[in-house]
């Protein structure tokens, strides 16, 4: 079975640092868009980083602060979070990223367990 382990969440203060990992446990990310998203307290999750064949993808809020690369060798998708934000405090999810029809990015309907990050004023 198919398996993303998110892992790199935790507590930080704000203008911290983190760096999130992303293990695939099943089939390899290599040939796949993987994309990080971000579910708030009482919120939708939303898109966060994406990294395709063709580049890398932020939404605005995070232009300039975060880095997302992957190791295809260790099928391990990382989000390098610098300047954080008390408005950065979720959840945060891997996935297979996909341009929906609206052009909004979207991860498939399997979740993983996702990583908490915590930011503090």
């Known amino acids: 079975q198919e398996q993303v382990i998110e892992s790199g969440g935790g507590l930080v203060q704000a203008g911290g640092s983190l760096t999130l990992s992303c293990f695939g446990s099943?089939?390899?990310?290599?040939?796949?868009?993987m994309g990080w998203f971000r579910q708030a307290p009482g919120k939708e999750r939303t898109f966060v980083a994406a990294?395709?064949?063709?580049?890398?993808y932020y939404t605005d809020s995070v232009k300039g602060r975060f880095t997302i690369s992957r190791d295809n060798a260790k099928n391990t998708v990382y989000l390098q979070m610098n300047s954080l934000k008390p408005e950065d405090t979720a959840v945060y999810y891997c996935?297979?990223?996909?341009?929906?029809?609206?052009?909004?990015?979207?991860?498939?309907?399997?979740w993983g367990q996702g990583t908490q990050v915590t930011v503090s004023a």
């Open positions: 990294i395709t064949q063709s580049g890398t």
């Open positions: 996935n297979v990223a996909v341009v929906d029809r609206s052009g909004s990015w979207r991860g498939l309907p399997d």
């Open positions: 099943g089939r390899p990310f290599g040939s796949f868009p």
